[in-house]
């Protein structure tokens, strides 16, 4: 039976304002019932990375219409638009952050869809992806993830889609490498399996949170030119959280090994104070 192309019902996520701003792609329209919180979208704060000033900050947004190109009249109080609308998030610590977006706002029929925006997603990722995954994430698939980004910013599916897959790919085998005897499987054996069963086969080294998203994993296994434009995007965003759970559970292994050596470390130096304290007190 032939694999079904669509991401489970179960796994559908709600898009919030740090998703709509710094990951959406433009030209993905979205229902106001994809949206976590369609009432506050285009109104109030969101928590992001500035690139610009290399820190996390809080934005505050505020939007405007351009045109309004029809009108709904429910009552002597209530009217709604459709038309373009003017974004802008203002950074809440320094006034020298301001990023600009252009909106199809259709309060009407309850879509709306991002036709602008500047920085582009891909600069606004780049400085994040660079300074978090560096010494976790080897140079070329670094490099390799902010091509990614950047062709799905202007809706590239396909394209993008292969680099994110070959990243999976390479950090699934080198976490089989670095687990092979725990996994008890040679590696041949490993790679002839299908990716569904790589990740159930490493769940004991993987983030829990992979293994309830394994059933998108096996669309890795079809060809690029089975998939339309439309299923590579559909599956971009979840194949990013994968890459990025499994980097934030490296950092923190590399953060625990830091802290291992430090306390260790630690130890060894109220030891050997202790051992020379009481040498001096028998001399």
């Known amino acids: 039976m032939e694999e079904e192309n669509t991401l489970p019902q179960g796994e559908q996520k709600s898009v919030n304002k740090h998703d709509f701003y710094f990951e959406?792609?433009?030209?993905?329209?979205?229902?106001?019932?994809?949206?976590?919180?369609?009432?506050?979208?285009?109104r109030g704060d969101v928590d992001a990375y500035s690139a610009r000033n290399d820190t996390d900050t809080t934005y505050s947004i505020k939007f405007?219409?351009?045109?309004?190109?029809?009108?709904?009249?429910?009552?002597?109080?209530?009217e709604y638009f459709a038309g373009f609308g003017f974004v802008t998030l203002s950074c809440k610590r320094k006034s020298n952050d301001v990023l600009r977006?252009?909106?199809?706002?259709?309060?009407?029929?309850?879509?709306i869809i991002k036709v602008g925006q500047?920085?582009?997603?891909?600069?606004?990722?780049?400085?994040e992806l660079g300074k978090k995954y560096e010494k976790v994430l080897p140079r070329e698939d670094l490099k390799n993830l902010k091509k990614?980004?950047?062709?799905?910013?202007h809706g590239a599916g396909a394209g993008s889609f292969v680099y994110l897959r070959r990243i999976f790919e390479n950090l699934i085998l080198?976490?089989?490498?670095?687990?092979?005897?725990a996994v008890g499987m040679k590696e041949n054996d490993f790679k002839l399996q299908r990716m569904e069963d790589k990740v159930e086969s490493l769940k004991g080294s993987l983030p829990s949170q992979l293994?309830?998203?394994k059933s998108i994993y096996g669309i890795l296994s079809k060809g690029v030119h089975e998939l339309s434009e439309e299923e590579c995007l559909r599956y971009f965003a979840p194949l990013k959280l994968s890459i990025e759970l499994i980097l934030d559970q490296k950092i923190e292994e590399?953060?625990?090994?830091?802290?291992?050596?430090?306390?260790?470390?630690?130890?060894?130096?109220?030891?050997?104070?202790?051992?020379e304290g009481g040498k001096d007190k028998t001399s």
């Open 24 to 42: 959406t792609p433009l030209y993905e329209l979205l229902e106001y019932s994809d949206l976590e919180d369609s009432e506050n979208l285009l």
């Open 64 to 78: 405007s219409w351009i045109t309004k190109l029809d009108t709904k009249y429910v009552n002597s109080y209530t």
């Open 101 to 111: 977006f252009f909106v199809y706002n259709d309060e009407i029929n309850k879509r």
């Open 118 to 127: 500047f920085p582009s997603i891909a600069d606004l990722q780049f400085e």
């Open 148 to 153: 990614a980004i950047g062709l799905v910013s």
């Open 174 to 181: 080198e976490t089989f490498k670095e687990n092979r005897a």
């Open 211 to 213: 293994l309830e998203m």
């Open 254 to 275: 590399a953060k625990k090994r830091e802290r291992d050596v430090l306390v260790k470390k630690q130890l060894q130096d109220i030891h050997q104070e202790l051992s």
